[in-house]
Nanobody, 120 residues
């Protein structure tokens, strides 16, 4: 079983920065099992959407809306994924969820979510 602990959300003004962190742990979780790590977000009345993902080898993929402003990174030794968010906009306001996929065996794990609110 994998547990995810997120931190770093908050209330900021437009143009500010925030850094989200998500640490994965579990009694049988080794760093070699952690594959794709990522961040998703869900705004009120909207579906959950991909923000950014990073593969074990470091390749990344970003939503068009955040490309150039957000940077995803990971520390494989700590099973931790980060999301550096710069130049935040009010439309970035959402609950941000960490997602970690493991193999083997396959598991798809979600964090509890952290609120990010950007005021104009």
């Amino acid at each position: 079983q994998v547990q995810l602990v997120e931190s770093g959300g908050g209330l900021v003004q437009a143009g500010a920065s925030l850094r989200l962190s998500c640490a994965a742990s579990g009694s049988t979780l080794s760093s070699s099992r952690v594959n794709t790590m990522g961040w998703y977000r869900q705004a009120p009345g909207s579906q959950r959407e991909l923000v950014a993902i990073i593969e074990r080898g470091g390749s990344t993929n970003y939503a068009v809306s955040v490309k150039g402003r957000f940077t995803i990174s990971r520390d494989n030794a700590k099973n931790t994924v980060y999301l550096q968010m710069n130049s935040l906009k009010p439309e970035d306001t959402a609950v941000y969820y960490c997602n970690v996929k493991t193999w083997p065996p396959y598991s798809d794990n979600w964090g509890q979510g952290t609120q990010v609110t950007v005021s104009s």
